[in-house]
């Protein structure tokens, strides 16, 4: 069992920033950022592998997000600039043991409660 606590979320301007933290109680293979908004379906936003650190991004999100880690605190972050209104959603933390499909929902056993953005124009 792989316990995820999300921080950092917030309100904030369009073209502001935002930097959300992802603390899982033990090492994984993949960690990942999925986002919501409310009426659409959950999308993957940044995955990343751990023994690399080789990390993929959505299209949307390419360029204005950044995912990274501590492997000596088992935390995931995404740095998130140039912030748009389009952002606006509930982000969760995903990991899993198994290599493969950094950006696919259904490759992530464990997730954590989600963390609110809201970027206003």
């Known amino acids: 069992q792989v316990h995820l606590v999300e921080s950092g979320g917030g309100s904030v301007q369009a073209g502001g920033s935002l930097r959300l933290s992802c603390a899982a109680s033990?090492?994984?293979?993949?960690m990942g950022w999925f986002r919501q908004a409310p009426g659409k379906e959950r999308e993957a936003v940044a995955g990343l592998y751990t023994h690399n650190s080789n990390t993929y991004y959505a299209d949307s999100v390419r360029g204005r997000f950044t995912a990274s880690q501590d492997k000596a605190k088992n935390t995931l972050y995404l740095q998130m600039n140039s912030l748009k209104p389009e952002d606006t959603a509930m982000y969760y933390c995903?990991?899993?043991?198994?290599?493969?499909?950094?950006?696919?929902?259904?490759?992530?056993?464990?997730w954590g409660q989600g963390t609110q953005v809201t970027v206003s124009s």
């Open positions: 033990t090492l994984t293979s993949k």
């Open positions: 995903a990991a899993d043991f198994l290599a493969r499909s950094p950006l696919s929902e259904t490759m992530y056993e464990y």
